[in-house]
T-cell receptor, first 114, second 109 residues
Framework: DTAVSQTPKYLVTQMGNDKSIKCEQNLGHDTMYWYKQDSKKFLKIMFSYNNKELIINETVPNRFSPKSPDKAHLNLHINSLELGDSAVYFC?????????????FGPGTRLTVL | GQNIDQPTEMTATEGAIVQINCTYQTSGFNGLFWYQQHAGEAPTFLSYNVLDGLEEKGRFSSFLSRSKGYSYLLLKELQMKDSASYLCAVKDSNYQLIWGAGTKLIIKP
């Protein structure tokens, strides 16, 4: 049973296109996250949702828009893709936001913008 | 600003012991995590420290000193499969995880 799943695993697209990445968790967690990991392997938080409500919204271009239809899903839509958006995007979830709550990561989506 | 520092890369020999250090400066502290990330894969949880001292879990141990803003991950009896990046992350006063850039550990036979 996959705990946190993302689709697609690989995404290759042209500049200017719009794309979406889907994420689902079957752990019954209340909190979900989107991270961007660039070529230097630095994990940067983009968004966090708790029970479908946005709780973290870092300085991210408004071309990125998260959507949480229910607490098991957090999708990421990206408009007008740019070369600099090329990275691996990880979805994660945790039971809550408390101190000891570990985050469980999805397998990642490798986005390449040409 | 908030900052997590760890060495970029370390090399060790199979069967040996290695210590990966992490220093942090954050606005508040609600615990420190270590994650392992193999190339091309997702990070996976290794350990969590919130009180000073050593937490041991099999071949892996993690130490925390809150007064020094310092932690280390100790890996014993190194195996080739331990070749991976090790990420240090701290929860700040807002319970947001602040991540280090990771330490790439290379194990040689």
């Amino acid at each position: 049973d996959t705990a946190v799943s993302q689709t697609p695993k690989y995404l290759v697209t042209q500049m200017g296109n719009d794309k979406s990445i889907k994420c689902e968790q079957n752990l019954g967690h209340d909190t979900m996250y989107w991270y961007k990991q660039d070529s230097k392997k630095f994990l940067k938080i983009m968004f966090s949702y708790n029970n479908k409500e946005l709780i973290i919204n870092e300085t991210v271009p408004n071309r990125f828009s998260p959507k949480s239809p229910d607490k098991a899903h957090l999708n990421l839509h990206i408009n007008s893709l740019e070369l600099g958006d090329s990275a691996v995007y990880f979805c994660a979830s945790s039971q809550g936001v408390g101190g000891a709550e570990e985050q469980f990561f999805g397998p990642g989506t490798r986005l390449t913008v040409l | 600003g908030q900052n997590i520092d760890q060495p970029t890369e370390m090399t060790a020999t199979e069967g040996a012991i290695v210590q990966i250090n992490c220093t942090y400066q954050t606005s508040g502290f609600n615990g420190l995590f270590w994650y392992q990330q193999h190339a091309g894969e997702a990070p996976t949880f290794l350990s969590y420290n919130v009180l000073d001292g050593l937490e041991e879990k099999g071949r892996f141990s993690s130490f925390l000193s809150r007064s020094k803003g310092y932690s280390y991950l100790l890996l014993k009896e190194l195996q080739m499969k331990d070749s991976a990046s090790y990420l240090c992350a701290v929860k700040d006063s807002n319970y947001q995880l602040i991540w280090g850039a990771g330490t790439k550990l290379i194990i040689k036979p």
